[in-house]
């Protein structure tokens, strides 16, 4: 069991999210950078899937009520247990008793605690990811508070203390044309890629809004509202473009210009408000290599964590 006694940012329960069930209207949830959960994951010894904590830039003060070997991953944190300096991307065990600290997002965006054996809140619709918007999974369907006690599943309470590279942060996100791609005009389609795009501070776990030069469509375009996924490129009436990320809606009715490439979704989740990005579209080859990439990524970690013991 892990003590939550203070806490001074958004953070809530997530996994890799819950799929099968857009056609009835539930969302995907789930972490933001699941890579960085994966990662974090497999450090420890977990199925890279397994539910961590998901905390946005702010404070979280953790106790643990029985050794427990854990890291943070994601956005790279000032930590600290018990006084003593926690690094991200470096694996720990906490002793029975020790206060992990979490004060700030030093860079990025979203970061994870992942402990040995996950955090073990029930299953719902086979996911232990927080709804925030309906109001169920995670921990009681809701941010975490001060006083919340999170449940452990089984994992090894002791590890050695190892260390991985960390996920590199970038300010170029690739995307793949979508749809409607064509129905924007050539002027649209340049400005997406030349123009430097600034991240709205409206922005949150439904949606990135980036502010630039308008993308203009050849035409107007009337639509109905038809499906739409976590990394789809909407473009309003203002162009604008919009990034639906983890908890987007199922259905929309804006044009689509791109998506962005499955690699880097948590790459722009760990963008932070006012900074700037470039997108640049590539084609499905060249994002199915950054799939793999990522894919590499990870299994080095396995050899780590496998030489480590």
């Known amino acids: 069991m892990i003590h939550v006694s203070a806490v001074q940012a958004l953070a809530h329960i997530q996994d890799t999210g819950r799929y099968g069930h857009r056609r009835y209207g539930i969302g995907h949830a789930g972490a933001m950078d699941t890579v960085a959960l994966a990662a974090g994951n497999i450090l420890l010894g977990n199925d890279e899937g ?27 944190y000032q930590a600290e247990l018990d006084g003593e300096p926690v690094y991200s991307y470096w694996r720990y065990t906490a002793r029975k008793g020790q206060t992990l600290k ?30 925030l918007k309906a109001g169920f999974g995670g921990h009681q369907g809701r941010m975490l508070q001060k006083g919340d006690c999170l449940p452990i599943g089984k994992g090894a309470q002791e590890l050695s203390k190892v260390g991985i590279a960390p996920i590199p942060f970038t300010d170029t996100v690739h995307l793949v044309p979508s749809s409607e791609y064509a129905a924007f005009s050539e002027k649209g389609r340049l400005n997406l890629e030349r123009e430097t795009w600034t991240l709205q501070s409206d922005s949150n776990r439904m949606g990135y809004r980036f502010d630039g030069q308008p993308l203009t469509l ?6 109905l509202s038809h499906a739409v996924q976590a990394g789809t490129v909407q473009v309003p ?35 932070r408000f006012g900074s700037k990005v ?11 290599a950054l799939r793999r990439k990522n894919q590499a990524y990870l299994n080095q970690i396995r050899r780590i964590t496998h030489e480590a013991g």
Do not use: H, N, W
Not at 237 to 247: E, F, H, N, R, T
């Open 50 to 76: 397994m539910a961590a904590i998901e905390i946005a830039l702010g404070g979280i003060m953790l106790v643990f009520e029985r050794d427990t070997p854990f890291c943070l991953t994601g956005a790279v």
């Open 237 to 271: 009436p203002s162009g604008k473009p919009i990034i639906l990320l983890a908890d987007a809606q199922t259905t929309g009715g804006y044009p689509k210009i791109a998506t962005v490439a499955a690699a880097d979704l948590g790459k722009l989740a760990q963008v």
């Open 278 to 288: 470039k997108f640049k579209i590539i084609s499905l080859k060249e994002a199915t």
């Open 218 to 223: 050849s035409q107007p375009l009337e639509m």
């Open 102 to 131: 979490l004060v700030r997002a030093v860079q990025g965006m979203y970061g994870y605690v992942c402990v040995a054996g996950g955090f073990d809140v029930p299953e719902v619709m086979g996911s232990r990811s927080t709804d």
